[in-house]
C-alpha cells in the first residue's frame, strides 16, 4: 500500500514538473514558437487518441480528439490574423476546419484513416511553419 502512494505522488510530481515545464516554455516562447507549440500538442492528443482507439478505450479516445480539436479551433485558427494574413490565413482555416471535421469522424465512427490524415496535415503544416522558424532565426 506504501509503494502505490509513493508511486502516486511520483506520478503527481512527474506531471506537476511537466506543466511547470510546459509553462517556463510558453512565457519564455516568441508567437512563432507558441503555434509550434500547438502544433506539438494536437498531433500529441491525436497519437493518444490512436492509442486509446486501438485499445477500444472509447472515453479516453474521446478525451484526446476533444483535446486536439480544442486546440485547432481555440488556438491554431483563433490565432489566424484575417486582416494581415489575407488568402493564406483564409485558406489554412478552411484547412483547420477540414482537419476538425476529420477528427470528428474519427471520433464518431472509430475511423483511424481520418485520424491519420488529420494527423498527416497536421504535419505537413507544422513542418512549413517550423521551416519558416529556422529561416526567420538564420
Keep these: 500500500m506504501t509503494y ?3 508511486a502516486n ?3 503527481r510530481g512527474a506531471n506537476a514538473y511537466a506543466r511547470v515545464g510546459v509553462e517556463s516554455g510558453v512565457m519564455s516562447a ?3 514558437q507558441l503555434i509550434v507549440m500547438l502544433f506539438d500538442g494536437a498531433q500529441a492528443a ?7 482507439m486501438q485499445a477500444g478505450n472509447a472515453g479516453e479516445k474521446g478525451k484526446s480528439i476533444s483535446k486536439a480539436l480544442d486546440i485547432i479551433n481555440n488556438g ?3 490565432a489566424l490574423d484575417q486582416e494581415k494574413g489575407g488568402e493564406i490565413a483564409e485558406r489554412l482555416g478552411s ?3 477540414y ?3 476529420l477528427l470528428l469522424a474519427a471520433n464518431l465512427r472509430n475511423d483511424e484513416e481520418s485520424l491519420n490524415q488529420a494527423e498527416q496535415l497536421l504535419e505537413d503544416i507544422a513542418s512549413a511553419w517550423r521551416e519558416i522558424g529556422q529561416q526567420q532565426s538564420a
Design 4 to 6: 502505490s502512494r509513493g
Design 9 to 11: 505522488a511520483y506520478g
Design 30 to 32: 516568441n508567437p512563432h
Design 46 to 52: 491525436i497519437r493518444a487518441a490512436r492509442i486509446h
Design 76 to 78: 491554431l485558427a483563433a
Design 95 to 97: 484547412l483547420y476546419e
Design 99 to 101: 482537419i476538425a471535421r
